[in-house]
């Protein structure tokens, strides 16, 4: 619910990082019922973590940086359970 309230903060500061109107509206839609996804709780492999960071690294935002790595990670996570 809180995401609702913070869309138009959060299109605000995408837009303003990219320094013209990339999105013009952003939406939740509610989904019922799904299964949780199993994350894995092994260590994520230390190649693909270095691949997310050499990416992120020109991105000067701190926050906007870090937040794009956890969610590689997470994804990553997501995706060694799956495979496992």
């Known amino acids: 619910m809180e995401f609702t309230f913070k ?3 959060m299109r605000q500061r995408i837009n303003g990082y990219f ?3 990339a999105i013009a509206k952003i939406a939740f839609e509610p ?12 260590d994520p492999d ?3 973590i270095a691949a997310i960071k050499e990416t992120t690294k020109t991105i000067d ?3 906007l940086r870090a937040a ?3 969610f590689g990670e997470a994804m990553l996570a997501v995706s060694d359970s799956k495979t496992k």
């Open 31 to 42: 989904i019922y019922g799904l299964p949780e996804i199993p994350v894995s709780k092994s």
């Open 68 to 70: 794009l790595e956890g």
């Open 7 to 9: 869309t138009d903060q």
């Open 61 to 63: 935002n701190d926050e």
């Open 46 to 48: 230390p190649l693909a």
């Open 19 to 21: 320094g013209y109107d």
